[in-house]
């Protein structure tokens, strides 16, 4: 989803500084053993690549900014930046920068994504009303959603052999300490340069005679070494959590939550549309006409035609 959204607007930015003006067409960006590719070239590429679609998001961007401000909609900078915050939470460490540095964006571009959709939301979140019974319903419906299997948290030392396994065991037998061995000896690139911290995982989130090790021992306990496609491992479980399935009380606010986006997903298309059917979008470009159709006369009245804009107008 954000990769779609900022490409979008990656091209809007692109394309909107090409077509805003014919200075430099000419310009040479590139030669390819002295045949010259210009300006203008690269610029009638992209728009005809992806000229539409980002045209069509820049019109719904000034659409919904018009909007939010002649309905008094105000998007503060603590909900922005708790939005932004959000967005880059679903990414490891890194990715998001690296996403939006690909698509040629700045964060200052990301907080304007997200203020359209702040305002798209409260726009719609007026026409919606998630019920008690909506939620208990969906609730009862899909308990099994909000439910969690029997977990651990664990720490490995991965290692190639069965003897350097029994070495490493011998180590921790004799009082060693089990992150300073695993950040020694261990293969594991994943949990090496943490101790051989796995974090929290369920039964079928490690292979199996792993998974069958870890859950057979006590809070504390170390194993003796197990084999595996990928080397000889010995664990230490630090704790465990039985399976668990959430109460109504508990899942409620996430099943509101859940039914809210949906409900969103569902107006914003049709909001959307009724913001483009009110507006006075007039096309210079007859290549964009099948994006912006005029708005049908009512019934019983004759349109008067629109005179085309004069070229370069």
């Not at 979008?8 to 003006?21: D, S």
């Not at 009082?175 to 695993?182: D, V």
Request: glycine share 8%.
């Amino acid at each position: 989803m954000l990769g779609n959204r900022l490409a979008v607007v990656a091209c809007a930015v692109v394309l909107g500084l090409g077509i805003a003006g014919c200075a430099g067409q000419d310009k040479t960006i590139v030669s390819v053993n002295g045949e010259k590719i210009t300006k203008g070239q690269l610029d009638n590429r992209l728009e005809g690549q992806a000229g539409k679609s980002t045209l069509q998001q820049m019109v719904d961007t000034n659409l919904v900014l018009q909007y939010g401000k002649s309905q008094n909609i105000t998007v503060t900078d603590a909900e922005l930046n708790d939005a932004v915050n959000a967005l880059m939470a679903r990414f490891p460490a890194g990715q998001f920068d690296a996403i939006i540095k690909n698509q040629g964006l700045t964060m200052d571009d990301v907080k304007n994504i997200e203020r359209v959709q702040l305002i798209i939301r409260k726009a719609v979140d007026k026409q919606v009303n998630i019920s008690d019974a909506q939620v208990a319903d969906f609730y009862a419906k899909n308990k099994q959603l909000y439910s969690t299997p029997a977990q651990v948290r664990a720490r490995h030392i991965l290692v190639k052999t069965k003897p350097e396994a029994d070495a490493v065991e011998a180590q921790l037998r004799a009082g060693g300490n089990f992150a300073t061995i695993a950040q020694r000896v261990s293969i594991d690139p994943g949990s090496k340069a943490q101790g051989g911290e796995l974090g929290w995982f369920g039964p079928t989130q490690m292979v199996k005679p792993f998974a069958d090790v870890a859950f057979s021992l006590q809070v504390g306990q170390t194993s003796q070494p197990v084999q595996t496609a990928f080397g000889w491992h010995v664990i230490q479980l630090e704790e465990k959590r039985p399976a668990h399935t959430a109460s109504l009380a508990e899942a409620a606010p996430k099943v509101r939550q859940m039914l809210l986006q949906q409900a969103e997903a569902a107006q914003s298309g049709p909001f959307m549309e009724n913001l483009q059917h009110k507006a006075n979008i007039v096309v210079y470009d007859e290549r964009f006409n099948p994006l912006f159709p005029p708005t049908p006369a009512p019934m019983g009245t004759t349109a008067t035609p629109t005179p085309a804009p004069t070229k370069g107008k």
